[in-house]
T-cell receptor, first 115, second 114 residues
């Protein structure tokens, strides 16, 4: 298993600013993912972040809006840029060790409110 | 991606078994069936996964139909702490070892009555 922490746990930001979310894992993992969960909705995959390569974004998500860093095998950041109220969501990171046949472990999420 | 269909909500009584169904009629031969659950105000939690055979672990059992077009997650003795949204997710296995993220549907909101 893997233990994942996220910082901050919640934040309130003004529109037009940016928020950087940190995801820290207690062990080295190859695969890391970022998800968004809008109020009352299910989770939507934003991007896959593997160490040593550029993040791969899902349809509807672009690097300019959601830049991701993955400097090593235990850490990643997601920045949500140029915030608007529509960005108010919970952002979650997850990790996987078994390359598609095992389980993903999720962080507790970061609750972002944009005013 | 192959799609799953689950009931929006189900209700059960505490200490009774719960059977959560999932239909996936367009499943391919390389798709694994995964189940996750999300407790209130928490990130999703892995429950179980399988390919063809029924699977058991300490949390639940997974019964997979012979034609693989449906599956059932079984909680043998529900407690109030099992109240959550349960997601049935198909996941393709890549022969090269890569993987995509998870595609979450709406899931089943399980309500446990004391």
């Amino acid at each position: 298993s893997a233990v994942i922490s996220q910082k901050p746990s919640r934040d309130i930001c003004q529109r037009g600013t940016s928020l950087t979310i940190q995801c820290q894992v207690d062990s080295q993992v190859t695969m890391m993912f970022w998800y968004r969960q809008q109020p009352g909705q299910s989770l939507t995959l934003i991007a896959t972040a593997n160490q040593g390569s550029e993040a791969t974004y899902e349809s509807g998500f672009v690097i300019d809006k959601f830049p991701i860093s993955r400097p090593n095998l235990t850490f990643s950041t997601l920045t949500v840029s140029n915030l608007s109220p529509e960005d108010s969501s919970i952002y979650l990171c997850s990790v996987e060790q078994d390359r598609g046949v095992g389980e993903q472990y999720f962080g507790p999420g970061t609750r972002l409110t944009v005013t | 991606d192959a799609k799953t269909t689950q009931p929006n909500s189900m209700e059960s009584n505490e200490e009774e078994p719960v059977h959560l169904p999932c239909n996936h009629s367009t499943i391919s031969g390389t798709d694994y069936i995964h189940w996750y659950r999300q407790l209130p105000s928490q990130g999703p939690e892995y429950v179980i996964h399988g390919l063809t055979s029924n699977v058991n672990n300490r949390m639940a059992s997974l019964a997979i139909a012979e034609d693989r077009k449906s599956s059932t997650l079984i909680l043998h003795r529900a407690t109030l702490r099992d109240a959550a949204v349960y997601y049935c997710i198909l996941r393709m296995r890549y022969s090269g070892g890569g993987a995509d993220g998870l595609t979450f549907g709406k899931g089943t909101h399980l309500i446990i009555q004391p």
